[in-house]
């Protein structure tokens, strides 16, 4: 038997936490992807859910990846600087919305006042150019810009939170 990662342990903890909200009817998972790239010696980790009422318009993906040299550095410390042993975390909000500069300002207040200042929100927006509607599905990102580590395990877990206070509020915004 051999040592889980903290990639293994972490992603088990909070495949725990987003199952417990499904199971108590909090949140409504509705895709999750574990990711092995042999080639590149890479994991990645996505799960993706909406509040219960399964709303189409809006969900939530957590995402956590750690490469080869994450790997490397908690399996060989002194090869590699231990502050490589971690994973980069990022959240993805997924949404439709009105092709309106004020809503993608909105939904930025709305994540800076919930995950704060020092966290990147980045946001995308993908649309028909032939279609007749002004909808477009507006993807929002919430990351980190550094490594998460097996020792905030809990931060982690309290992260869940967060994500589903984010989600409602941001649901009052779309479509």
């Given at each position: 038997?051999?040592?889980?990662?903290?990639?293994?342990?972490?992603?088990?903890?909070?495949?725990g936490g987003?199952?417990?909200r499904d199971l108590s009817g909090e949140i409504?998972?509705?895709?999750?992807?574990?990711?092995?790239?042999?080639?590149?010696?890479?994991?990645?980790?996505e799960i993706t859910f909406t509040d219960i009422a399964g709303e189409k318009d809006i969900s939530c993906s957590y995402k956590m990846e750690a490469g080869?040299?994450?790997?490397?550095a908690e399996l060989m410390p002194e090869g590699k600087?231990?502050?490589?042993?971690g994973c980069r975390v990022s959240v993805r909000f997924t949404m439709q919305l009105n092709n309106d500069p004020q809503l993608f300002r909105e939904n930025r207040k709305i994540l800076?006042?919930?995950?704060?200042?020092?966290?990147?929100?980045?946001?995308?927006?993908n649309y028909n150019p032939e279609g007749a509607d002004h909808s477009v599905t507006a993807e929002?990102?919430?990351?980190?810009?550094?490594?998460?580590?097996?020792?905030?395990?809990?931060?982690?877990?309290?992260?869940?939170?967060?994500?589903?206070?984010?989600?409602?509020?941001l649901k009052n915004i779309s479509l």
């Open positions: 038997m051999f040592d889980p990662t903290a990639f293994e342990n972490m992603k088990v903890v909070m495949e987003f199952y417990d409504r998972i509705i895709d999750r992807n574990d990711i092995l790239n042999s080639a590149k010696m890479a994991r990645c980790y080869l040299e994450n790997l490397a600087s231990e502050r490589l042993a800076r006042d919930i995950w704060g200042r020092e966290r990147t929100i980045k946001q995308t927006v929002t990102f919430v990351l980190f810009n550094r490594l998460v580590y097996e020792e905030q395990i809990d931060d982690l877990s309290e992260m869940i939170n967060y994500m589903i206070a984010s989600l409602q509020a």
